[in-house]
């Protein structure tokens, strides 16, 4: 099944890599959306049919933790997963995340072969594909 993915950062390379990096991973993925900050985000998610959000943490307008709070309030979107990718990595920073309805969190840098793990764990799906992993570095810009 190939689900819909909305990405969220203010950073468009950051964007950029997220995209590839998932492509990269062999994750089944219909279609991206992409957003440069959680309100912007919101208004995709109005418009849009997602199956998984992948957001920042420190955005400007609306940060990451926002947006979370911002889908848990609404009856359509808070069954959305949420995925933090962020470069905080304190205890008390991910617990945060996870209280606050994220599905779950990704520190940077990442591999293609987290983003599959933890994405298929999410959506429910099994790990058979691992040979569809592509964890080389090449192309990555890392």
């Given amino acids: 099944m190939a689900y819909n993915i909305l990405i969220v950062d203010d950073s468009l390379p950051m964007r950029a890599l997220i995209k590839k990096v998932v492509k990269a991973s062999g994750f089944d993925v219909g279609e991206f959306f992409e957003a440069s900050n959680g309100k912007e985000a919101c208004q995709i998610l109005d418009d849009a049919w997602l199956d998984l959000v992948l957001t920042d943490y420190n955005m400007p307008e609306m940060n990451g933790l926002e947006l979370l709070d911002t889908m848990q309030q609404n009856e359509n979107h808070k069954v959305t997963p949420v995925v933090m990718i962020t470069t905080e990595g304190s205890q008390q920073r991910i ?4 209280a606050r309805g994220a599905a779950d969190y990704i520190k940077k840098p990442f591999t ?31």
């Fill in 95 to 98: 617990e945060e995340f996870m």
């Fill in 112 to 142: 293609p072969g987290e983003i599959k793990q933890k994405l298929s764990a999410i959506m429910g799906e099994t790990q058979d594909g691992q040979d569809d992993i592509d964890n080389s570095d090449e192309d990555l810009d890392f």
